[in-house]
T-cell receptor, first 114, second 116 residues
Framework: AQKVTQAQTEISVVEKEDVTLDCVYE???????LFWYKQPPSGELVFLIR??????QNEIGGRYSWNFQKSTSSFNFTITASQVVDSAVYFC???????????FGKGTKLTVNP | DAGVIQSPRHEVTEMGQEVTLRCKPI?????LFWYRQTMMRGLELLIY????????DSGMPEDRFSAKMPNASFSTLKIQPSEPRDSAVYFC??????????????FGDGTRLSIL
């Protein structure tokens, strides 16, 4: 069975700081997919990014970037120059290849203060 | 494009009453998921459907919970009889291309259920 651990329960930063959210996953599968979701105070869950286990290329999308390291089973998410609107709970999730079941971490609550 | 639509957004009812939550997935999506979110247990998958067929209901807490998907554009999650411990936010999500694994699930805004 898969497991996703987000060790940081809450993070508080000041606007314009960079912030990295940690995610460690456990899976025995060779093919799997990793996701980050955002849940703002309004409550909806918003898909942010997806990575495949066979593609370790890290990318940058605007103020978001991620670091996927298979050697350490980590899939960390970084927000550059944080803004107050980034305040939300961020969830990391994992899904094995061929399955529809998404396993979520407990989430990290990010507060960006002005 | 319309996202996943859930109704109602909020539901407050008394213990013992039947509760029905509704979901309309994104058009063209073949997989539909029901989740429950609580502070204690986080996000839990209750059941999911591929092409309107229930595939895995191992997350359904007990017989009081049932889910149906009569067609590709509608699903219900029913709790009968409801209990205070069922109070939670219930999310519906949908995704395309079942079996490929790499498709993200897109979530509705959720139904906040309170059982008094």
């Amino acid at each position: 069975a898969q497991k996703v651990t987000q060790a940081q329960t809450e993070i508080s930063v000041v606007e314009k700081e960079d912030v990295t959210l940690d995610c460690v996953y456990e899976t025995r599968d060779t093919t799997y997919y990793l996701f980050w979701y955002k849940q703002p105070p309004s409550g909806e869950l918003v898909f942010l990014i997806r990575r495949n286990s066979f593609d370790e290329q890290n990318e940058i999308g605007g103020r978001y970037s991620w670091n996927f390291q298979k050697s350490t089973s980590s899939f960390n998410f970084t927000i550059t120059a944080s803004q107050v609107v980034d305040s939300a709970v961020y969830f990391c999730a994992c899904k094995r290849g061929g399955s529809e079941k998404l396993v979520f971490g407990k989430g990290t609550k990010l507060t960006v203060n002005p | 494009d319309a996202g996943v639509i859930q109704s109602p957004r909020h539901e407050v009812t008394e213990m013992g009453q039947e509760v029905t939550l509704r979901c309309k997935p994104i058009s063209g999506h073949n997989s539909l998921f029901w989740y429950r979110q609580t502070m204690m247990r986080g996000l839990e998958l209750l059941i999911y459907f591929n092409n309107n067929v229930p595939i895995d209901d191992s997350g359904m807490p007990e017989d009081r919970f049932s889910a149906k998907m009569p067609n590709a554009s509608f699903s219900t999650l029913k709790i009968q009889p409801s209990e205070p411990r069922d109070s939670a936010v219930y999310f519906c999500a949908s995704s395309s291309k079942p079996g490929q694994g790499n498709q993200p699930q897109h979530f509705g805004d959720g139904t906040r259920l309170s059982i008094l």
